[in-house]
């Protein structure tokens, strides 16, 4: 009895991790899709990182980006993500500096909330025409 009931809090805490990772997108959010750039694809790291639910949102005055993310690695990483989006009838925002760091321990699994910013000479809720986040760098440890 004591097994069937492990078993079963396993396939419940299961369930409702897969519903959490499954949310859908906030109202005016905008679907997008997670890519690795140049230099971080140099690195096999990289063929480890997995990632779904990608999507941008403006939150007041700046622009969220939010991404699942799952190392698959046999080691802790530190993944560098650009937040990079593009405004309609504008350029793309997001890409400055060298990313934001995140580390993920092996097998770990995170949905980020990645504040974008506000972009500059851009109207509050302009509409956001492309999300793109990326891996910018994946280093071990």
């Known amino acids: 009895m004591r097994r069937v009931s492990i078993v079963l809090a396993v396939l419940v805490a299961g369930a409702v991790a897969i519903g959490s990772a499954a ?19 140099s690195d096999e790291l990289s063929s480890y990182v997995k990632s779904s639910n990608v999507f941008c949102v403006w939150s007041k005055d700046r622009v969220m980006v939010h991404v699942n993310l799952k190392n698959g690695a046999a080691e802790h990483v ?8 593009k405004i309609a009838r504008g350029g793309e925002h997001g890409t400055s500096g060298f990313g934001k760091d995140f580390g993920f321990d092996s097998g770990e699994f995170r949905s980020l909330w990645i504040d974008a910013g506000s972009p500059k000479g851009v109207k509050p809720k302009t509409k ?12 071990s440890g």
């Open 78 to 85: 530190t993944m560098s993500i650009k937040p990079r989006y």
């Open 128 to 139: 956001i025409r492309e999300c793109s986040p990326y891996l910018f760098l994946i280093k």
């Open 23 to 41: 949310a859908k997108p906030p109202k005016g959010a905008v679907k997008g899709h997670f890519t690795i750039g140049l230099l971080a694809e």
